[in-house]
């Protein structure tokens, strides 16, 4: 018994020196944890999310489904994505209204990343922050899930009467004018402008939106495609099957953390008729064209410069 209460007074006194270090562990692992989810969200994240909620509450909702909760969550996750995987910079938020606003943009990147980065420098970067609503391609939402996670979380699909409804609430679109051209090029062919389609023209004139144009650097080389399969891309249905070798190497599935750069430009507004012949309707759309090819190539040079 002596033996039994000796062993229990030295296992007592070991817990009691023993637990204030493990407090003291947590308590920092706690603090740490809080730091990085500071510098990952922000210190003002739950009031951005707050502001939000309270915007749509005085819409009466959203008409698309829209869910706050959903997209807090989504916000959450492309944080990490923002601010540490690709370390995004934004450049010219300034030039972004309050009201409804048409973000032009190029595209790349064989998984439409580059639109979630930039909805997120919408929502973490911009005072007061907004939802990008982008346009997303039919075919997507055929993909099991997907319709519903898309709407939730504010994308809708892009046809004329959802974007003249969205401008209407004052939303700000997201749209990638080169399309599945844009998303599928080549590596070779990176920063280079695709054909721009040019419906979104004719919105803009229709709904007296301006236009935001949009540069993004550091998404035409995250993943490097070397060409595209067409008979892949037909026997699966989908509109492109890129062929990308990095994905078969361990964690090559993941798109290369490059740096992300985000230039919003100053508005264009361009009036006329929207219903004006294709020629002049293209002739604008190629003004934009040429205006983002022109602010990616300044962002190319001071990247390189930056470089040296």
């Given amino acids: 018994m002596d033996r039994m209460a000796a062993l229990t007074r030295l296992t007592d006194a070991a817990a009691s020196r023993a637990l204030p270090v493990i407090g003291r562990a947590f308590d920092a692992a706690r603090r740490r944890a809080e730091e990085v989810s500071r510098k990952v969200l922000g210190e003002d994240f739950q009031s951005r999310v707050e502001w939000l909620r309270r915007r749509y509450e005085n819409m009466g909702g959203d008409p698309f489904g829209l869910d706050p909760d959903v997209a807090k969550s989504a916000v959450t996750v492309l944080s990490f994505f923002h601010r540490l995987y690709f370390r995004t910079e934004t450049f010219g938020l300034d030039n972004v209204p309050e009201t409804r606003a048409l973000l032009v943009a190029n595209h790349s990147g064989q998984i439409p990343i580059d639109g979630a980065i930039l909805g997120s420098s919408l929502f973490l970067d ?6 990008g609503r ?13 319709s519903t996670f898309f709407n939730k979380v504010g994308q809708v699909v892009g046809v004329p009467e959802n974007a003249r409804r969205l401008l209407a609430m004052e ?11 844009g998303i599928t090029k080549p590596f070779s062919k990176r920063y280079q402008l695709q054909d721009f389609g040019s419906g979104f023209m004719r919105l803009a004139i229709e709904t007296n939106t301006p236009i935001i144009p949009v540069a993004i650097v550091g998404a035409e080389e995250q993943y490097v495609n070397l060409g595209n399969l067409e008979w892949a891309a037909r026997l699966l249905k989908m509109p492109a099957f890129p062929v990308v070798p990095q994905v078969l190497v361990p964690g090559g599935q993941l798109p290369l953390p490059m740096k992300y750069r985000i230039y919003f430009g100053e508005p264009l507004r361009f009036g006329g008729d929207p219903l004006d012949e294709e020629s002049v309707i293209a002739d ?9 090819q022109d602010m990616l190539n300044r962002a190319l040079a001071e990247r390189k410069d930056y470089l040296k």
């Fill in 284 to 292: 604008k759309a190629w003004l934009v064209k040429q205006t983002i």
């Fill in 126 to 131: 911009l005072t007061p922050p907004r939802v």
């Fill in 134 to 146: 982008a346009m997303i391609e039919k075919w997507a939402v055929s993909l099991p899930f997907a």
């Fill in 171 to 181: 939303e700000l679109l997201i749209v990638f004018p080169e399309g599945v051209r």
